[in-house]
């Protein structure tokens, strides 16, 4: 199988093989743009080499040096030639993962090209810099040699002799970097370019499991198998003179999606300077100034490139000694509220068709659009502490942190760095926000950040971080690691402490794209509410009625959970009636005020779940108020209290078990909720209340407390004269009523599977243990997703497809819907699509993406 191919050979059609950098590269020569010669060795090359033991094959390098060849004759330049060919090689796997692999540049200097580029240039600094930052490269990326050793090298000489001949210094840093590769590594430095080559393309392959990569990947919900391809491209100078520089931009603005051209660039610099953040850039739009004819030449392709892809382009370029070059180009990442905003734009100019911009907005990320701004009011009183550039849109609050390792250790975190790096990936996962002392808007933490939906404010050089006594200096304060920050990632202003925050709102963007979502779709999403404020915040984000409302919550409120708490304690029928008959009147009110808001939509009502004893008080005082409620001695209450606890409390005295033994319990919440619907309807307000019955394990648990149920029911219609219809159905959350759905489905009026507790009891984890062991099942490939973050397709979710095809084949007419956390996840929601569930619920913040992630999954699998 072939595994190496010229940019002439491929295209954006074969990206699974040649990375996205390599296909959208080859693309770009299809269509005429002016890019670098190259070849690219193949994903597939990438999965042969860890199945052989890590190796590049004597095949493998047969077919390298073939293309090899190509790439020479088409550039005229030969490695060690009298115009030697320099190469830069880097990493591109299918999706884009930035700044998680590695990329080597100048790759083909020795001792022999130095002088020849040194005769062709005229340039001995310019040569001996590129020279240098080879070995640097290489021996860091190839090596493990940390990069550090060799600044520190390159300071200290340039220091001692500042006043000596520069290329007679930079004779010595080579020299001085080659005798530290030596001495860390035993050998000396390759000066065959084609042996650099082959221990490059080694180095690239071993990037793919490096720990930020697989923890990029983890975050990202990134296959680990697919690998990655290796791009090896003719290496143009972006630091050659003042008519030379390198630079990153998107077509489109990547933090508010205004159509214009954004980005930075740096002239007499390389591509790693603007992507690392080593220095602050210029802004694009300067160019123009300094530029123009490069100026415009770039919008234009820019223009090409976004109408060709159909999006929003994300740029590397180089500009060499006047001409510029494309180095690569590829889907840029973009903050929520841009995508958002891209997709309805290039709609409404007919770029892209409806479907086409639903697919181009990342579910995940839209929860970030739902939490608000700074209250203007507040940031004119707050301390503003200065103003760096914005680099991904949001705000965040949050404890400074001035180390990634540090993040993890405290709960709403801003990660305060000089500069962020790849090794940073996990402190930026966990923080609220991220703020750097250098970089621009298109640095390695902006283009993370946005790809994450996080806020970030980049290049805040007024800022100077004390490491050692873990604070910074900012507008004349000082401020310590563990104090309270607020950053706008619109604005790029940090504040002093907490600001306050406006309540979310839907712009006329997101409106318009909610409702294309909405017409597309096939699953209803509705939301998991307990409360008249959560069904009133997921109305607004356009819930389709409620899923899920579980009843317990509502009793956790302080001012009723004595009720509950005296109703589970009390050993008397008529302690217990009293108890019941003052739970009927809370319950029923809450019942009456979440209908009233959600109006002529579904409301599925889960009765009591939990095992009582969660209920029941902790703490002494609450122990003591309870005896006194009661009238009893409080060693009666701890001998109650005690006497009431489970040994195994998810599989214990819970769910519809209640109602075996205590039926007067999910009566007397049956009759909360039918006499809340029957004053609705009297008031005019059409109600569609739906009672659901939890954990069971079989018909015959359905059938008895739906009996009881129901003439509790009927007891409400003959007292107030009056009817409302309502439906009976059940949460599967057990293996066996899965297995037994057939059974079910003769009685249930509709399912609603509670994959929350399924995944726990068909994969016999429990969901507040597994942390403790679940970053090894990760580590060693057991599990490649989180199995309560996204639905275990081959073990729960066969479970689920069974529920469903039984159930419906038994009943034709039963809803079936999930109310799990997976019901907000677009993996899970894209399976449920499949299976032909009816809904999803998920919690009100989550309902924007199930919407959207509904929409996709009904354009893919109608594809």
């Given at each position: 199988m072939k595994k190496v191919y010229a940019f002439n050979e491929g295209g954006k059609d074969l990206i699974n093989i040649l990375g996205g950098k390599g296909g959208n590269l080859s693309e770009m020569k299809k269509i005429g743009l002016p890019i670098p010669e190259g070849i690219i060795?193949?994903?597939?090359?990438?999965?042969?080499?860890?199945?052989?033991?890590?190796?590049?094959?004597?095949?493998?390098?047969?077919?390298?040096?073939?293309?090899?060849?190509?790439?020479?004759?088409?550039?005229?330049?030969?490695?060690?030639?009298?115009?030697?060919?320099?190469?830069?090689?880097?990493?591109?796997?299918?999706?884009?993962?930035?700044?998680?692999?590695?990329?080597?540049?100048?790759?083909?200097?020795?001792?022999?090209?130095?002088?020849?580029?040194?005769?062709?240039?005229?340039?001995?600094?310019?040569?001996?810099?590129?020279?240098?930052?080879?070995?640097?490269?290489?021996?860091?990326?190839?090596?493990?040699?940390?990069?550090?050793h060799f600044f520190k090298l390159k300071e200290q000489l340039f220091a001692e002799r500042k006043d000596e001949d520069k290329i007679e210094t930079y004779k010595m840093v080579i020299k001085a970097s080659k005798e530290l590769y030596k001495k860390e590594t035993g050998k000396d430095f390759p000066e065959s370019p084609k042996e650099q080559l082959f221990m490059a393309v080694n180095a690239i392959f071993n990037s793919w499991e490096n720990d930020r990569a697989i923890l990029y990947r983890r975050i990202n919900g990134i296959d680990d198998s697919m690998g990655t391809a290796v791009v090896i491209q003719e290496m143009v100078f972006g630091n050659l003179n003042e008519i030379s520089g390198t630079g990153v931009a998107f077509s489109r603005n990547p933090s508010n999606g205004d159509k214009e051209v954004f980005g930075e660039y740096l002239l007499k610099a390389q591509g790693e300077d603007i992507v690392a953040g080593i220095r602050t850039p210029e802004p694009i739009s300067k160019l123009k100034e300094q530029l123009p004819e490069i100026y415009d030449q770039f919008i234009k392709l820019a223009k090409v490139l976004e109408d060709h892809n159909k999006d929003m382009q994300d740029i590397e370029f180089t500009i060499e000694n006047g001409k510029l070059y494309l180095l690569q180009t590829r889907n840029g990442k973009r903050s929520p509220y841009a995508a958002v905003k891209i997709a309805v734009d290039m709609v409404n100019e007919g770029i892209v068709t409806k479907e086409e911009a639903i697919m181009k907005v990342d579910p995940s990320v839209l929860p970030q659009l739902l939490h608000g701004n700074?209250?203007?009011?507040?940031?004119?009183?707050?301390?503003?502490l200065g103003k760096g550039l914005p680099g991904s849109a949001g705000v965040a609050i949050g404890r400074v942190m001035f180390a990634s390792e540090r993040?993890?250790?405290?709960?709403?975190?801003?990660?305060?760095?000089?500069?962020?790096s790849p090794e940073d990936i996990k402190g930026i996962s966990l923080a609220q926000g991220i703020v750097t002392v250098k970089g621009g808007a298109t640095s390695h933490g902006a283009v993370v950040a946005r790809g994450m939906g996080k806020c970030c404010v980049t290049g805040c050089g007024e800022i100077q971080i004390n490491d050692i006594k873990r604070e910074m200096y900012i507008g004349g304060y000082t401020v310590k690691e563990g104090d309270f920050i607020s950053i706008s990632g619109y604005t790029g202003e940090i504040f002093l402490g907490k600001v306050k925050l406006t309540e979310p709102q839907f712009d006329d963007n997101l409106k318009e794209f909610v409702s294309w979502c909405k017409e597309i779709k096939r699953m209803g999403v509705r939301m998991n509410a307990d409360t008249p404020a959560d069904a009133f915040l997921g109305k607004g984000f356009g819930a389709e009625g409620i899923g899920l409302c579980r009843t317990e919550h509502m009793f956790f409120q302080?001012?009723?959970?004595?009720?509950?708490?005296?109703?589970?304690?009390?050993?008397?029928?008529?302690e217990r009636a009293e108890a019941l008959k003052k739970m009927l009147e809370m319950q029923r009110e809450d019942f009456y005020n979440i209908f009233k808001i959600v109006g002529d939509e579904i409301v599925i009502v889960r009765l009591l779940d939990p095992p009582l004893h969660e209920f029941l008080p902790k703490e002494p005082k609450d122990k003591e108020k309870m005896a006194e409620i009661l009238n009893l001695p409080l060693i009666e209450i701890e001998r109650r209290i005690r006497n009431m606890k489970d040994e195994n409390p998810m599989l214990g005295h819970r769910g519809c078990r209640l109602a075996v033994t205590y039926p007067e319990i999910y009566n007397t919440q049956a009759r909360a909720i039918i006499e809340a619907a029957i004053q609705c309807e009297r008031?005019?307000?059409?109600?569609?209340?739906?009672?659901?019955?939890?954990?069971?394990?079989?018909?015959?648990?359905?059938?008895?407390?739906?009996?009881?149920?129901?003439?509790?029911?009927?007891?409400?219609?003959?007292?107030?004269?009056?009817?409302?219809?309502?439906?009976?159905?059940?949460m599967m959350e057990t293996p066996r009523a899965c297995l037994l759905a057939d059974e079910i489905a003769g009685e249930a009026e509709f399912f609603s599977?509670?994959?929350?507790?399924?995944?726990?009891?068909?994969?016999?984890l429990s969901r507040d243990d597994s942390?403790?062991?679940?970053?090894?099942?990760?580590?060693?490939?057991?599990?490649?997703?989180?199995?309560?973050?996204?639905?275990?397709?081959?073990?729960?979710?066969?479970?689920?497809?069974?529920?469903?095809?039984?159930?419906?084949?038994?009943?034709?007419?039963?809803?079936?819907?999930?109310?799990?956390?997976?019901?907000?996840?677009?993996?899970?929601?894209?399976?449920?699509?499949?299976?032909?569930?009816?809904?999803?619920?998920?919690?009100?913040?989550?309902?924007?993406?199930?919407?959207v992630a509904a929409a996709q999954s009904y354009i893919k699998n109608k594809k």
């Open positions: 060795v193949s994903t597939t090359a990438c999965k042969e080499f860890f199945k052989d033991g890590k190796k590049i094959t004597k095949e493998l390098e047969s077919e390298i040096l073939e293309k090899l060849e190509y790439l020479q004759e088409v550039t005229g330049k030969r490695f060690e030639g009298e115009n030697p060919l320099l190469v830069s090689v880097r990493s591109g796997a299918p999706v884009s993962m930035p700044g998680m692999m590695d990329t080597i540049l100048n790759l083909g200097m020795n001792d022999n090209t130095t002088e020849k580029m040194i005769a062709i240039f005229k340039d001995k600094v310019f040569v001996y810099e590129l020279y240098s930052r080879f070995i640097q490269m290489f021996s860091d990326i190839v090596m493990g040699i940390e990069k550090e700074f209250d203007p009011e507040a940031t004119k009183t707050a301390v503003l993040v993890e250790t405290r709960a709403l975190s801003i990660l305060v760095r000089e500069e962020t302080k001012d009723k959970i004595w009720t509950i708490r005296g109703m589970i304690m009390s050993e008397n029928p008529e008031e005019g307000i059409k109600v569609k209340p739906e009672i659901m019955i939890p954990l069971i394990i079989g018909v015959g648990e359905l059938k008895f407390i739906k009996g009881n149920i129901k003439t509790e029911i009927d007891k409400v219609f003959e007292e107030q004269g009056m009817k409302v219809e309502y439906k009976i159905g059940t599977f509670g994959t929350n507790d399924l995944t726990q009891t068909t994969m016999g942390v403790k062991f679940m970053d090894e099942y990760h580590e060693h490939g057991i599990f490649k997703l989180e199995p309560f973050a996204s639905i275990d397709v081959r073990g729960v979710g066969k479970l689920v497809k069974l529920g469903v095809d039984l159930g419906k084949k038994a009943n034709p007419e039963l809803e079936i819907g999930i109310c799990g956390e997976h019901g907000g996840d677009p993996k899970s929601i894209n399976f449920f699509e499949e299976t032909g569930l009816d809904y999803v619920s998920c919690s009100p913040f989550r309902v924007l993406v199930a919407i």
